[in-house]
């Protein structure tokens, strides 16, 4: 079983990957369980497939699970369900030094987690990422947020997980559709720094997706180790390094405000596509040949994942979607801050670029 270790100064975790990991829970946690109730925060899909094997890993233990029990998808990460998870865990005494459960993909982690951070200044909380996006991306790395109407993960706060549980049984249960989204946050390692880990995506993406345990395995400690050494030199994204891991997402971002944050357009969805425009406004600006701005199309195309902003069917023009990009967190002193790539795997961050610039080049993809 591949085991990544996370070196935050001071707070090293690990990040697990294997399989039955959900089934042995309760071993693979061991003394961070340290009372007979445990917090277990989920949503309804997830706890219909998991529920039973997470009750009866922790009744082997002599634990039993305390339930909460949220709606499946985006729209769940919200100041009202933010409230009520804290209040449920208040009511159930949380000391600091407890350990609450994340079970399941990057909806629950990101709430969970923010509700861990400010629970008493600061709790415990173990990550057992459900969903391929969340195993090789947001379990990993310490971001928490919640979205808001002005747009996603506007509030939240850097607290790390003690540690991760990446089960690679919880993928056989995902639909296609699901299992792509995530596959968006693998590719996008290759594209920020490593093209030979881009060659083997396309290579081997098609069979990751159709269940090759094999390349199942690979592809998330590999996106894992990747975001770890990231995460590890700029926990805070201070010197910019991490943010690097946000190629695609300010695109994404726009499109997925644009879309209402709903299961029309799904945030893997949202980044994969990102990462399309943003590569073909990268050729736009001479940085790296059309030719290669269309391999990574192709690619993303290739597996199913959306590749013309035209599909979408947006009625909007190019200025108010390039409005959404306002609201990134990486705007500083109100000039915008784009990743762009000087080719596969030469991903940078540059604060050159206008709004006029972005909504010209986004006129120019809406209208084909």
Same mark, same amino acid.
């Given at each position: 079983?591949?085991?990544?270790?996370? $070196?935050?100064?001071?707070?090293?975790?690990?990040?697990?990957?294997?399989?039955?990991?959900?089934?042995?829970?309760?071993?693979?946690?061991?003394?961070?369980?340290?009372?007979?109730?445990?917090?277990?925060? @989920?949503?309804?899909?997830?706890?219909?497939?998991?529920?039973?094997?997470?009750?009866?890993?922790?009744?082997?233990?002599?634990?039993?699970?305390?339930?909460?029990?949220?709606?499946?998808? #985006?729209?769940?990460?919200?100041?009202?369900?933010?409230?009520?998870?804290?209040?449920?865990?208040?009511?159930?005494?949380?000391?600091?030094?407890?350990?609450?459960?994340?079970?399941?993909? +990057?909806?629950?982690?990101?709430?969970? +987690?923010?509700?861990?951070?400010?629970?008493?200044?600061?709790?415990?909380?173990?990550?057992?990422? @459900?969903?391929?996006?969340?195993?090789? $991306?947001?379990?990993?790395?310490?971001? @928490?947020?919640?979205?808001?109407?002005?747009?996603?993960?506007?509030?939240?706060?850097?607290?790390?997980?003690?540690?991760?549980?990446?089960?690679?049984?919880?993928?056989?249960?995902?639909?296609?559709?699901?299992?792509?989204?995530?596959?968006?946050?693998?590719?996008?390692?290759?594209?920020?720094?490593?093209?030979?880990?881009?060659?083997?995506?396309?290579?081997? /993406? #098609?069979?990751?997706?159709?269940?090759?345990?094999?390349?199942?395995?690979?592809?998330?400690?590999?996106?894992?180790?990747?975001?770890?050494?990231?995460?590890?030199?700029?926990?805070?994204?201070?010197?910019?390094?991490?943010?690097?891991?946000?190629?695609?997402?300010?695109?994404?971002?726009?499109?997925?405000?644009?879309?209402?944050?709903?299961?029309?357009?799904?945030?893997?969805?949202?980044?994969?596509? /990102?990462?399309?425009?943003?590569?073909?406004?990268?050729?736009?600006? +001479?940085?790296?040949?059309?030719?290669?701005?269309?391999?990574?199309?192709?690619?993303?195309?290739?597996?199913?994942?959306?590749?013309?902003?035209?599909?979408? +069917?947006?009625?909007?023009?190019?200025?108010?979607?390039?409005?959404?990009?306002?609201?990134?967190?990486?705007?500083?002193?109100?000039?915008?801050?784009?990743?762009?790539?000087?080719?596969?795997?030469? @991903?940078?961050?540059?604060?050159?670029?206008?709004?006029?610039?972005?909504?010209?080049?986004?006129?120019?993809?809406?209208?084909?």
């Amino acid at each position: 079983m591949p085991i990544i270790s996370v $070196d935050i100064a001071g707070r090293p975790y690990e990040v697990r990957v294997g399989a039955g990991l959900i089934a042995n829970l309760a071993q693979e946690a061991g003394a961070r369980l340290r009372k007979p109730v445990v917090p277990v925060i @989920t949503d309804a899909n997830v706890h219909k497939a998991w529920g039973a094997a997470v009750d009866a890993s922790l009744a082997a233990a002599g634990k039993s699970a305390a339930w909460h029990i949220l709606p499946a998808g #985006e729209s769940t990460k919200s100041w009202a369900n933010l409230v009520a998870v804290v209040d449920g865990l208040l009511a159930l005494e949380v000391e600091r030094g407890d350990h609450i459960i994340a079970l399941g993909g +990057g909806v629950i982690g990101d709430l969970t +987690g923010f509700a861990a951070s400010m629970l008493k200044r600061g709790c415990h909380f173990i990550q057992v990422p @459900t969903s391929l996006l969340a195993q090789v $991306d947001s379990s990993v790395g310490g971001k @928490t947020a919640i979205n808001t109407p002005a747009g996603k993960n506007l509030v939240g706060a850097f607290h790390q997980p003690s540690l991760v549980l990446a089960d690679l049984d919880a993928l056989d249960t995902l639909p296609r559709r699901e299992l792509a989204s995530g596959y968006a946050e693998v590719v996008k390692y290759g594209l920020i720094n490593d093209p030979e880990f881009f060659t083997w995506c396309e290579a081997n /993406g #098609e069979a990751m997706l159709s269940g090759d345990r094999a390349a199942r395995e690979h592809a998330v400690a590999y996106s894992v180790a990747a975001k770890a050494r990231i995460v590890a030199e700029d926990e805070f994204e201070t010197t910019g390094l991490r943010a690097l891991l946000n190629l695609g997402h300010t695109f994404g971002h726009a499109l997925e405000a644009e879309t209402g944050f709903s299961d029309r357009l799904l945030h893997g969805e949202a980044v994969a596509l /990102g990462c399309v425009l943003a590569a073909r406004f990268s050729a736009r600006r +001479g940085l790296m040949g059309t030719d290669e701005a269309e391999r990574v199309a192709a690619h993303i195309a290739a597996v199913g994942l959306p590749a013309d902003i035209r599909a979408l +069917g947006l009625n909007v023009s190019g200025a108010q979607l390039a409005a959404h990009t306002l609201h990134d967190k990486k705007v500083d002193a109100g000039r915008l801050a784009f990743l762009l790539m000087r080719g596969i795997g030469g @991903t940078f961050l540059t604060k050159d670029v206008t709004l006029e610039e972005v909504s010209a080049f986004l006129r120019e993809e809406l209208e084909g």
